[in-house]
């Protein structure tokens, strides 16, 4: 996971995903995979309030969130390996005003170790990665 800028995403590559506009009561959902209005994200009203893009081909996937005025952007890269991982679990929610589609995610877990387990490890979630619309 990396942290990013706008500038950052490729956007000659198709995204499979949404874009929640600030000014809008439903997300701009991109299935199947569509290129990316670069001037959807460079707005300062409206502006994306959230944002899930993914490209199968490269194993990008670009969560994008507003908090506090500033949007929070970051790259995560997903091996073809980490579908079949026993590290990763695949979860997918139902959405919000998208019409019955299914928001799939990778869950990574790592163990840590926790004090309440007298220091032992436990697995906790380290990430949730979206990769498309649960087909």
Not at 58 to 75: A, F, M
Not at 84 to 105: I, P, W
Request: proline fraction near 3%; charged fraction near 25%; glycine fraction near 6%.
């Amino acid at each position: 996971m990396s942290k990013i800028e706008i500038k950052d995403i490729d956007f000659g590559l198709c995204y499979e995903g949404y874009l929640w506009m600030s000014n809008e009561n439903k997300p701009r959902i991109f299935a199947p995979a569509a290129m990316i209005d670069r001037t959807l994200l460079e707005g300062l009203n409206p502006f994306v309030a959230e944002g899930y893009l993914y490209n199968k081909e490269q194993g990008v996937s670009i969560s994008i969130k507003s908090l506090d005025g500033e949007l929070c952007t970051h790259r995560f890269d997903v091996q073809e390996s980490d579908f079949n991982s026993c590290e990763v679990t695949q979860v997918a929610y139902h959405s919000h005003r998208m019409d019955g589609k299914r928001l799939h995610f990778l869950r990574y877990w790592a163990a840590k170790p926790n004090e309440a387990c007298l220091g032992m490890e436990v697995l906790t979630v380290e990430k949730m990665v979206f990769v498309g619309f649960k087909k």
